[in-house]
């Protein structure tokens, strides 16, 4: 069996190696995160069945835990690092071609470390570890989001970055914190002993800690800067930060409610915060008319939902949140990969440019629009069995609260289905706009963006038509979440 | 408006960590008083500091712990660093790429002289930093800062001398390259990742504490050549 | 006298942070808002140190013989600065090429004036 | 000892305001470079030589010449815009 621990050392060093590589020939650097992802996901897959026995805990130099750092790779983790090695392998592949300008074996050096980044998120056990992590993540998006150094991507680079650095200094703040109170770092054996310690204590560390990976998972008060990164940066970067980064994000969150506080009673609380995120998300993203400002509010709009699933604290509601982040993140890094080609071909970002681009290009097209449709909840996509799930997760609880809550969530869907349906009508049924360049001409995306499209629109309808394919693992996962006192039991009893 | 909510949520904030801390003086946790911050409970520190200097054989326990028990998070930091070089690269990069000594003036003589006399000696300095980072004071990070001002002296005085960009992203690929490698060294050897496999040696001896010195002296390779580039970066190229 | 010797810390870090927080907050100009950042940073790490500290301990570096384990300060908040500087430094850095970025286009770094972005 | 490091935790805040205060950014940036090196002593007499060191040259050091280069290549007054 291999270690969980090459799923951050192997592309870590390749990244490494890609400086090197891009000294030599700036060819071959493009080749080195497909390389990397493709390893990760390998060695992901084969780890998971291991993993859903019982999680894998890898020490580091050799002392059993609390004592050093060590990572977790329970079902969650692994299933998360399987997700962010996919849509990463995907994304690399397209962004072999999609890439053209600027200082590219930079690119795929950052482009590798930010996945190194979301991967060691999902696997650390160790909460000072994670804060490392996050730090890889947000600082190569931070780079990545200004990669094309126009003024829009300067502008956004710096307003994410400093909402960051001040969200980075209050995890830190909270961590200190922590380790004042519990004089240790590992989040098993802070989960063990978190009831020695008064709540309000707790409860100032806790919010310390929520505030700050809140501004990375954009909750709704703290996601100003997300419409402007995600829709200035490259969009194969816009995938990934949509796709991957804020779900790490959320991760940290939850690990850090569930696991380590087992703070029950605020997840009403975090309930209506993904609601309020929900709404203010989707609204958002029905005025717009620029087509990725749209995408991104919309990944507003799902962040809330998955908060939402979150907040309702059961097996099923967990699970349903999690096939919400699968499917979010399959749905929307399709549509940004897709929408990329069609802006480039376009020449503009409006929605009114793309008319009548189902013509001119069908593939992609279609793709967008499998895409579109999953994320609406249509059925047979991915994106029904998702929303379907979380549905019967609120009506399982059998409390009025989150059936009203669900109420006001579904709203949030028939706005999401509005807007998606405008531009998929404006895709197929409209003329194309007189002074589009190569009027009327057909020219697909090339194949390196194809393939990638491709495979994630054929993944949607077929996870959409079986369900059971992901959903027997969602299980477990929300569990490993849940349930506490198991996590501490198989972390300490190491 | 903007200014009274920013003070009062300021105030919330100073409100909220008062009363948290409240209950924790300063530095209770002495021998003088029995309780503290963190009373009996597993404690990190207390261990480190009672086995740290029979398990890995550096007299200095913090940079046992950041090398070896906490070295993971080591290899992170690099890597963030190693970030901001890239990224700082990737944000100022220009297609033409001009050259921008052309508008340099030389320096004095005696500054020149100066620099050119102090820079080796700097160099020495941040040196011997990082290869006695588990006997005293300091290490990969603080020695690899000395090396980089020293780089900062070279650009101040002699503006015409640059760095090869070539050379120090070799330096900074290289060392970090070898670090992953000692580290998965551990892992095939003894089966845990940044396992310390080499023999301790005798406390306070230069060739002591196994890997630790090896993996300090890579960091401040990799440390000097980063913040190097990141000051190359920032001062070349104005307009 | 004794509520010094407990607390100066504590007020110094919490006070750094406050300023720094105020700064971020109100002052419009890009650079100084990076300064607040940075003092930030340094309150953060002060108030790590000044957590794991002992009262009349020592530091965490066997010397000479006669120094006992049980008197040392905590060197685990000490990795953890370490960290916490690099990192700080990195975003800094970051922070300030994408300032010149900024200011290349737009010529100002005014916050209030940088208004490319808007729904 | 204590008296003395009270009086370098009221330099440091002194510093920190001056910080926020300057308008000119060259000062402000001094001003930030002397908290940074009342924080390294700090450092040293909460027995914490490691991070003293790593404070005085990286935080005061290298962030304060990073600074300068940022500043020497934008505007160094607050208030001040390039006229063009």
Known sequence: MVSPVLLIAVPLGLAFAASLVGL??????????VVAMLFNLVVSVSLLPVAFRAPIIVRTAGWAPPFSIHLVAGPLGLLLSCLIAFIGLLVAVYGMGYIREGAQAKYHVLYILILVGATGMVLTGDIFNLFVFFEILCISSYALVAYRGDSAGAEAG????????IGSSLVLIGIGLVYGMFGTLSMADIAANVRS??????????????????????????????????SSAPSSISAILSGIAIKAGVYAIARMVYTIYGAQSTLPCVAVIGVATLLVGEMCAFNQSDIKRLLAYSSIGQMGLIVFGLGMASVIGVSAALFVIFSHALAKALLFLASGYMIYRSGSREISSLDGMGTRMPLTSLCFAIGAFSLIGLPPFVGFASKFMIVRAALATADPFFVVLLAIALVGTVIEGAYFLRIVQGLYFKPTPEEAPEEGTRKEAPLSALVPVGVLAALIVAVGIY???????????????????GYVERVMGD | MRRLISLLLLLIVALGLALCLSGAPFGARGADEGAGLAPDKVNF????NERGLEENGAANIVTSVVVNYRGFDTLGEVTVLFIAAVGLAAVLYTRTGKAASAGAEPSSLVLFTGCRFLFPLILLLGAYIFIHGHLTPGGGFQGGAVVASGFLLIYLGCPDRKLSKAAVGAVESLSGLAFVAVALVGLTVGGSFLLNFLPKGTVYGLLSAGIIPLIYVLIGFKVGSELGGIIDNLSGGSE | MSFLSSYIHYVGCFSLILIGLYVVLVKPNLIKVIIGINLIDTGVNLFLIAVGYIRAGTAPIFSEAALQADKMVDPVPQALVLTAIVIGVSVLALALALAIRVYGHYGTLDLRRIKGLRW | MIVFQTFLVLVMIVAALAAARFGDLLNAVIACALVSLMASIIFFFLQAPDVAMAEASIGAGLSTAIFIFAINKTVRYEGNEKAD
């Not at chain 1, 369900?467 to 006192?485: F, I, K, M, Q």
């Open chain 1, 467 to 485: 369900p059971g394919l992901v959903g027997r693992a969602l299980g477990p996962a929300a569990n490993d979440l849940l349930d506490r006192d």
């Open chain 1, 158 to 165: 710096i307003k994410y970055l400093l909402q960051g650095a």
């Open chain 1, 197 to 230: 310690v008064s709540t309000f204590r707790l409860f100032v560390s806790l919010a310390f800690l929520i505030t700050g990976f809140g501004v990375e998972a954009a909750v709704f008060p703290l996601n100003a800067w997300l419409p402007d990164a995600h």
């Open chain 1, 24 to 33: 030599a020939s700036k060819r071959l650097t493009k080749f080195v995160p």
């Open chain 2, 45 to 48: 520190g207390r261990r480190y």
